[in-house]
Protein backbone atom coordinates (compact mmCIF):
# COMPACT_ATOMS: atom_id res chain seq x y z
CA UNK A 1 0.00 0.00 0.00
CA UNK A 2 1.54 3.46 -0.88
CA UNK A 3 1.48 6.24 1.78
CA UNK A 4 -0.79 8.31 -0.34
CA UNK A 5 -3.72 6.13 0.27
CA UNK A 6 -4.29 5.47 3.69
CA UNK A 7 -7.17 2.45 3.52
CA UNK A 8 -6.04 -0.05 1.02
CA UNK A 9 -9.36 -1.49 -0.57
CA UNK A 10 -8.58 -4.96 0.98
CA UNK A 11 -6.67 -6.13 3.66
CA UNK A 12 -5.94 -9.91 4.17
CA UNK A 13 -5.53 -10.86 7.62
CA UNK A 14 -3.59 -13.71 8.51
CA UNK A 15 -2.89 -15.77 11.39
CA UNK A 16 0.62 -17.61 12.08
CA UNK A 17 1.53 -20.13 14.02
CA UNK A 18 4.57 -22.27 12.74
CA UNK A 19 3.87 -22.31 9.25
CA UNK A 20 7.37 -20.86 7.68
CA UNK A 21 7.47 -23.23 4.75
CA UNK A 22 4.26 -22.38 4.14
CA UNK A 23 4.40 -18.58 3.61
CA UNK A 24 6.49 -18.40 0.40
CA UNK A 25 3.29 -19.99 -1.69
CA UNK A 26 0.82 -18.35 0.25
CA UNK A 27 2.35 -14.98 -0.19
CA UNK A 28 2.05 -15.53 -4.08
CA UNK A 29 -1.24 -16.88 -4.26
CA UNK A 30 -2.73 -13.54 -1.80
CA UNK A 31 -0.61 -11.19 -3.77
CA UNK A 32 -1.86 -12.71 -7.07
CA UNK A 33 -5.47 -12.87 -5.13
CA UNK A 34 -5.45 -9.20 -4.04
CA UNK A 35 -4.40 -7.59 -7.00
CA UNK A 36 -6.72 -8.83 -8.70
CA UNK A 37 -9.17 -7.34 -6.88
CA UNK A 38 -7.16 -3.51 -6.51
CA UNK A 39 -3.52 -2.62 -6.52
CA UNK A 40 -4.64 -0.63 -2.86
CA UNK A 41 -4.12 -3.88 -0.53
CA UNK A 42 -2.33 -4.80 2.79
CA UNK A 43 -1.25 -8.22 3.95
CA UNK A 44 -1.00 -8.51 7.41
CA UNK A 45 0.40 -11.59 9.25
CA UNK A 46 0.18 -11.86 12.43
CA UNK A 47 2.93 -14.44 13.76
CA UNK A 48 1.09 -16.43 16.98
CA UNK A 49 4.41 -17.00 19.07
CA UNK A 50 6.30 -19.64 15.91
CA UNK A 51 8.97 -21.86 17.20
CA UNK A 52 9.96 -21.87 13.97
CA UNK A 53 11.95 -19.48 11.72
CA UNK A 54 8.06 -17.60 10.67
CA UNK A 55 9.48 -14.44 11.67
CA UNK A 56 12.01 -14.01 9.88
CA UNK A 57 10.44 -15.17 6.68
CA UNK A 58 7.63 -12.61 7.45
CA UNK A 59 10.60 -9.95 7.96
CA UNK A 60 12.04 -10.84 4.34
CA UNK A 61 8.43 -10.77 2.70
CA UNK A 62 8.07 -7.55 4.55
CA UNK A 63 10.52 -5.58 2.02
CA UNK A 64 7.02 -5.69 -0.13
CA UNK A 65 5.61 -2.19 1.09
CA UNK A 66 1.97 -4.56 1.22
CA UNK A 67 3.17 -6.83 3.52
CA UNK A 68 2.97 -6.30 7.39
CA UNK A 69 3.13 -8.14 10.71
CA UNK A 70 2.45 -8.52 14.03
CA UNK A 71 4.34 -10.67 16.34
CA UNK A 72 3.45 -11.54 19.65
CA UNK A 73 5.52 -12.08 22.44
CA UNK A 74 4.44 -15.75 22.72
CA UNK A 75 1.15 -18.47 21.68
CA UNK A 76 -1.70 -16.59 22.12
CA UNK A 77 -4.25 -18.48 20.06
CA UNK A 78 -5.51 -18.67 16.50
CA UNK A 79 -8.36 -16.24 17.68
CA UNK A 80 -6.69 -13.48 19.68
CA UNK A 81 -4.25 -13.61 16.79
CA UNK A 82 -7.12 -12.95 14.09
CA UNK A 83 -8.51 -10.16 16.23
CA UNK A 84 -5.09 -8.78 16.72
CA UNK A 85 -5.16 -8.87 13.13
CA UNK A 86 -8.59 -6.83 13.24
CA UNK A 87 -7.40 -4.02 15.18
CA UNK A 88 -4.57 -2.91 13.00
CA UNK A 89 -5.97 -3.55 9.39
CA UNK A 90 -6.96 -0.92 7.57
CA UNK A 91 -8.79 -2.18 4.79
CA UNK A 92 -12.16 -0.90 3.76
CA UNK A 93 -13.04 -4.40 3.65
CA UNK A 94 -11.48 -7.14 5.70
CA UNK A 95 -10.81 -10.78 4.87
CA UNK A 96 -9.65 -13.26 7.47
CA UNK A 97 -7.96 -16.47 5.85
CA UNK A 98 -5.50 -19.64 7.86
CA UNK A 99 -2.39 -19.58 6.51
CA UNK A 100 -1.72 -23.75 5.90
CA UNK A 101 -3.62 -22.75 2.47
CA UNK A 102 -6.71 -25.17 3.06
CA UNK A 103 -8.44 -21.93 2.56
CA UNK A 104 -7.68 -21.27 -0.96
CA UNK A 105 -6.80 -17.46 -1.72
CA UNK A 106 -8.47 -17.82 -5.36
CA UNK A 107 -11.50 -17.33 -3.53
CA UNK A 108 -11.15 -14.24 -1.91
CA UNK A 109 -12.21 -12.73 -5.48
CA UNK A 110 -15.62 -14.07 -5.06
CA UNK A 111 -15.84 -13.48 -1.76
CA UNK A 112 -15.43 -9.89 -2.79
CA UNK A 113 -17.72 -9.96 -5.51
CA UNK A 114 -20.65 -11.35 -3.26
CA UNK A 115 -20.02 -8.72 -0.23
CA UNK A 116 -20.66 -5.91 -3.47
CA UNK A 117 -23.30 -7.19 -4.16
CA UNK A 118 -24.48 -5.39 -0.92
CA UNK A 119 -23.62 -8.08 2.06
CA UNK A 120 -21.72 -6.86 4.82
CA UNK A 121 -20.21 -10.98 6.02
CA UNK A 122 -19.65 -13.29 3.27
CA UNK A 123 -18.49 -16.40 4.96
CA UNK A 124 -17.30 -19.49 2.72
CA UNK A 125 -18.97 -22.54 3.44
CA UNK A 126 -17.02 -25.75 2.91
CA UNK A 127 -18.46 -28.49 0.63
CA UNK A 128 -16.13 -31.41 1.58
CA UNK A 129 -12.91 -31.16 3.94
CA UNK A 130 -9.87 -32.93 2.71
CA UNK A 131 -6.66 -34.91 4.68
CA UNK A 132 -8.47 -34.03 8.09
CA UNK A 133 -9.11 -37.32 10.75
CA UNK A 134 -12.34 -38.45 10.76
CA UNK A 135 -12.24 -37.39 14.37
CA UNK A 136 -12.11 -33.85 13.51
CA UNK A 137 -14.85 -33.83 11.37
CA UNK A 138 -17.04 -35.62 13.36
CA UNK A 139 -16.44 -33.32 16.76
CA UNK A 140 -16.55 -30.56 14.87
CA UNK A 141 -19.65 -31.28 13.32
CA UNK A 142 -21.18 -32.69 16.52
CA UNK A 143 -19.93 -29.26 18.10
CA UNK A 144 -22.11 -27.09 15.87
CA UNK A 145 -25.22 -29.07 15.81
CA UNK A 146 -25.13 -29.03 19.40
CA UNK A 147 -24.43 -25.42 19.39
CA UNK A 148 -26.98 -24.12 17.35
CA UNK A 149 -29.51 -26.34 19.30
CA UNK A 150 -28.63 -24.69 22.74
CA UNK A 151 -27.42 -20.93 21.58
CA UNK A 152 -29.95 -17.99 20.42
CA UNK A 153 -27.83 -17.24 17.73
CA UNK A 154 -27.25 -19.21 14.12
CA UNK A 155 -23.80 -19.92 13.80
CA UNK A 156 -23.38 -21.18 10.23
CA UNK A 157 -22.60 -25.24 10.03
CA UNK A 158 -19.39 -26.55 8.17
CA UNK A 159 -17.48 -23.14 8.33
CA UNK A 160 -13.95 -21.96 9.68
CA UNK A 161 -13.09 -18.36 10.07
CA UNK A 162 -12.20 -18.35 6.50
CA UNK A 163 -14.59 -14.91 5.37
CA UNK A 164 -14.28 -11.41 4.15
CA UNK A 165 -16.41 -8.56 6.39
CA UNK A 166 -16.85 -4.90 5.85
CA UNK A 167 -15.18 -2.30 7.85
CA UNK A 168 -18.55 -1.05 9.66
CA UNK A 169 -18.44 -4.60 11.03
CA UNK A 170 -14.82 -4.73 12.01
CA UNK A 171 -15.28 -1.48 13.94
CA UNK A 172 -17.69 -3.48 15.93
CA UNK A 173 -15.89 -6.59 16.73
CA UNK A 174 -12.92 -4.11 17.64
CA UNK A 175 -15.36 -2.58 20.68
CA UNK A 176 -16.59 -6.05 21.94
CA UNK A 177 -14.42 -6.70 24.80
CA UNK A 178 -14.66 -10.33 25.82
CA UNK A 179 -11.33 -12.22 26.44
CA UNK A 180 -12.23 -15.19 25.60
CA UNK A 181 -13.10 -14.69 21.58
CA UNK A 182 -15.77 -16.96 19.56
CA UNK A 183 -15.09 -14.73 15.85
CA UNK A 184 -17.79 -16.84 14.39
CA UNK A 185 -19.95 -16.52 17.08
CA UNK A 186 -19.47 -12.99 17.40
CA UNK A 187 -19.53 -12.31 13.68
CA UNK A 188 -23.05 -14.03 13.48
CA UNK A 189 -24.64 -12.32 16.62
CA UNK A 190 -23.53 -8.72 15.35
CA UNK A 191 -26.04 -9.26 12.44
CA UNK A 192 -26.23 -7.27 9.12
CA UNK A 193 -26.67 -8.61 5.85
CA UNK A 194 -24.59 -12.02 5.78
CA UNK A 195 -24.50 -14.93 2.98
CA UNK A 196 -21.63 -16.91 2.00
CA UNK A 197 -20.68 -19.17 -1.43
CA UNK A 198 -19.29 -23.07 -1.17
CA UNK A 199 -15.77 -24.24 -1.59
CA UNK A 200 -14.30 -27.75 -1.05
CA UNK A 201 -11.55 -27.41 1.50
CA UNK A 202 -7.82 -29.11 0.48
CA UNK A 203 -5.29 -30.39 2.44
CA UNK A 204 -3.02 -28.21 4.66
CA UNK A 205 -0.01 -27.98 2.38
CA UNK A 206 2.96 -28.13 5.24
CA UNK A 207 3.71 -28.37 8.25
CA UNK A 208 0.91 -29.51 11.02
CA UNK A 209 -2.13 -28.48 12.72
CA UNK A 210 -1.69 -26.13 15.29
CA UNK A 211 -4.92 -27.06 17.00
CA UNK A 212 -4.27 -29.82 19.23
CA UNK A 213 -7.12 -31.42 21.24
CA UNK A 214 -6.41 -29.23 24.34
CA UNK A 215 -6.78 -25.94 21.88
CA UNK A 216 -10.08 -27.19 20.53
CA UNK A 217 -12.09 -28.18 23.38
CA UNK A 218 -11.37 -24.65 25.00
CA UNK A 219 -12.39 -23.21 22.08
CA UNK A 220 -15.42 -25.21 22.33
CA UNK A 221 -15.71 -24.16 25.56
CA UNK A 222 -15.71 -20.75 24.95
CA UNK A 223 -18.08 -20.82 22.15
CA UNK A 224 -20.62 -22.30 24.54
CA UNK A 225 -20.36 -20.19 27.39
CA UNK A 226 -20.18 -17.31 25.21
CA UNK A 227 -23.54 -17.96 23.84
CA UNK A 228 -25.07 -20.32 26.04
CA UNK A 229 -26.46 -20.65 29.48
CA UNK A 230 -27.93 -23.54 28.93
CA UNK A 231 -25.00 -25.30 30.79
CA UNK A 232 -26.13 -22.83 33.81
CA UNK A 233 -29.91 -23.72 33.35
CA UNK A 234 -29.42 -27.74 32.99
CA UNK A 235 -27.41 -28.00 36.22
CA UNK A 236 -30.01 -26.20 37.87
CA UNK A 237 -32.82 -28.08 36.13
CA UNK A 238 -30.97 -31.87 37.31
CA UNK A 239 -30.84 -30.26 40.95
CA UNK A 240 -34.76 -29.78 41.03
CA UNK A 241 -34.99 -33.10 39.77
CA UNK A 242 -33.20 -34.82 41.74
CA UNK A 243 -34.43 -33.26 44.84
CA UNK A 244 -38.09 -34.00 44.55
CA UNK A 245 -36.74 -37.61 43.84
CA UNK A 246 -34.81 -37.04 47.24
CA UNK A 247 -38.28 -35.89 48.66
CA UNK A 248 -39.90 -38.91 47.68
CA UNK A 249 -37.23 -41.48 48.70
CA UNK A 250 -37.07 -39.58 52.39
CA UNK A 251 -40.82 -39.84 52.97
CA UNK A 252 -40.31 -43.83 51.93
CA UNK A 253 -37.62 -43.93 54.50
CA UNK A 254 -39.33 -42.09 57.22
CA UNK A 255 -42.43 -44.58 56.60
CA UNK A 256 -40.77 -47.42 56.81
CA UNK A 257 -38.67 -46.42 59.89
CA UNK A 258 -41.50 -44.90 62.33
CA UNK A 259 -44.79 -46.77 60.69
CA UNK A 260 -44.13 -49.94 59.59
CA UNK A 261 -41.23 -50.62 61.86
CA UNK A 262 -39.53 -52.60 58.64
CA UNK A 263 -35.96 -51.09 58.38
CA UNK A 264 -32.14 -52.21 58.38
CA UNK A 265 -29.32 -50.27 59.45
CA UNK A 266 -29.28 -48.02 55.84
CA UNK A 267 -25.47 -47.77 55.52
CA UNK A 268 -25.82 -48.72 51.75
CA UNK A 269 -28.72 -46.34 50.97
CA UNK A 270 -27.01 -43.38 52.93
CA UNK A 271 -23.89 -44.08 50.70
CA UNK A 272 -25.83 -43.94 47.55
CA UNK A 273 -27.48 -41.16 48.36
CA UNK A 274 -25.05 -39.02 49.38
CA UNK A 275 -22.84 -39.97 46.33
CA UNK A 276 -24.94 -39.58 44.34
CA UNK A 277 -26.37 -36.05 45.31
CA UNK A 278 -22.80 -34.94 45.74
CA UNK A 279 -21.79 -35.84 42.39
CA UNK A 280 -24.70 -33.83 40.70
CA UNK A 281 -23.69 -30.62 42.97
CA UNK A 282 -20.00 -31.23 41.79
CA UNK A 283 -21.56 -30.60 38.14
CA UNK A 284 -23.45 -28.17 38.91
CA UNK A 285 -20.28 -26.24 41.08
CA UNK A 286 -18.18 -27.32 38.00
CA UNK A 287 -20.75 -25.53 35.18
CA UNK A 288 -20.71 -22.30 37.49
CA UNK A 289 -17.07 -22.31 37.89
CA UNK A 290 -16.58 -22.25 34.07
CA UNK A 291 -18.89 -19.04 33.57
CA UNK A 292 -17.23 -17.69 37.00
CA UNK A 293 -13.33 -18.04 35.52
CA UNK A 294 -14.60 -15.82 32.30
CA UNK A 295 -16.36 -13.33 34.35
CA UNK A 296 -13.36 -13.34 36.53
CA UNK A 297 -10.76 -13.23 33.10
CA UNK A 298 -13.09 -10.41 31.85
CA UNK A 299 -12.78 -8.08 34.84
CA UNK A 300 -9.33 -8.89 34.96
CA UNK A 301 -9.08 -6.65 31.84
CA UNK A 302 -5.53 -8.00 31.12
CA UNK A 303 -4.20 -6.79 27.75
CA UNK A 304 -5.65 -9.32 24.95
CA UNK A 305 -2.28 -10.13 23.41
CA UNK A 306 1.63 -8.89 23.91
CA UNK A 307 3.52 -7.46 20.63
CA UNK A 308 7.05 -8.21 20.59
CA UNK A 309 7.63 -7.27 17.06
CA UNK A 310 5.67 -5.25 14.42
CA UNK A 311 6.33 -2.95 11.34
CA UNK A 312 2.87 -1.76 11.63
CA UNK A 313 2.84 2.49 12.27
CA UNK A 314 -0.91 3.08 12.94
CA UNK A 315 -1.14 2.23 16.29
CA UNK A 316 0.47 2.51 19.36
N1 LIG B 1 -2.87 -20.72 14.41
C1 LIG B 1 -2.49 -19.68 15.26
N2 LIG B 1 -2.28 -19.96 16.58
C2 LIG B 1 -2.45 -21.21 17.12
C3 LIG B 1 -2.88 -22.24 16.25
C4 LIG B 1 -3.08 -21.97 14.91
O1 LIG B 1 -2.33 -18.55 14.82
O2 LIG B 1 -2.24 -21.38 18.32
C5 LIG B 1 -3.10 -20.43 12.97
C6 LIG B 1 -2.43 -21.36 11.98
O3 LIG B 1 -1.14 -20.91 11.62
C7 LIG B 1 -3.37 -21.33 10.80
C8 LIG B 1 -4.73 -21.12 11.45
O4 LIG B 1 -4.48 -20.57 12.75
O5 LIG B 1 -3.12 -20.23 9.96
C9 LIG B 1 -5.54 -22.40 11.57
O6 LIG B 1 -4.80 -23.35 12.31
P1 LIG B 1 -4.65 -24.88 11.88
O7 LIG B 1 -4.52 -25.02 10.42
O8 LIG B 1 -3.54 -25.42 12.71
O9 LIG B 1 -6.05 -25.45 12.37
P2 LIG B 1 -6.96 -26.53 11.63
O10 LIG B 1 -7.09 -26.11 10.20
O11 LIG B 1 -6.24 -27.82 11.79
O12 LIG B 1 -8.25 -26.45 12.39
MG1 LIG C 1 -5.60 -25.83 8.96
Redesign the pocket.
Known sequence: MTLTNQYPEISIVVPVFNEEKNIPELYDRLTKSAQSISSEYELLFVNDGSKDNTLSVLKKYSEDVHVRYISFSRNFGHQIAVSAGLNYCIGKTVVII?A?L?DPPELIKDLYVKLKEGYDVVYAKRKTRQGESYMKKTTAKLFYRILSKITSINIPLDTGDFRIISRKVVEILNKMPEQHKFLRGQISWVGFKQTFIEYDRAE?IAGE???TYRKMIRFALDGITSFSNFPLKFATATGFLFSIVSFFIMLYTLYSRFITRDYQPGWASLMITILFIGGIQLIGIGIIGEYISRLSDNVRNRPLYIIDESNCKNKD
Open positions: DDQRTGY
